[in-house]
């Protein structure tokens, strides 16, 4: 069964930065894709970014101020958030997705098979 951990949350003030890891365990094959989303209190959770063998996806709010990376040796992914708002609070989940998938589905949250437990990340005005 895989296991995805994340860490590197925290409380930061607005225009800062945080780099959250995501460690993966117990796979038995690589996964197309991996992610981040996020869920903020009584809010859905919504999709900050993905990457996978054929590039890397942005949600529009975070595009300029978010970069994610692989390091395909270790089994981890990153989250490089910078210029960070407010609105950003939440807390973070890693995402696996083994499935291909169809054109903008690398947003919905059912496209995805493994999630960590979430990491929180507060930033204050």
């Known amino acids: 069964q895989v296991q995805l951990v994340e860490s590197g949350g925290g409380l930061v003030q607005a225009g800062g930065s945080l780099r959250l890891s995501c460690a993966a365990s117990?796979?038995?094959?690589?996964?197309?894709?991996m992610g981040w989303f996020r869920q903020a209190p009584d809010k859905e959770r919504e999709f900050v970014a993905g990457?996978?063998?054929?590039?890397?996806y942005y949600a529009d709010s975070v595009k300029g101020r978010f970069t994610i990376s692989g390091d395909n040796a270790k089994n981890t992914v990153y989250l490089q958030m910078s210029s960070l708002k407010p609105e950003d609070t939440a807390v973070y989940f890693c995402?696996?997705?083994?499935?291909?998938?169809?054109?903008?589905?690398?947003?919905?949250?059912?496209?995805?098979?493994?999630w960590g437990q979430g990491t929180q990340v507060t930033v204050s005005s």
């Open positions: 995402v696996e997705g083994y499935r291909p998938l169809g054109v903008g589905v690398h947003t919905n949250p059912s496209a995805y098979d493994s």
């Open positions: 990457i996978s063998p054929y590039g890397t």
């Open positions: 117990g796979r038995t094959f690589s996964p197309y894709i």
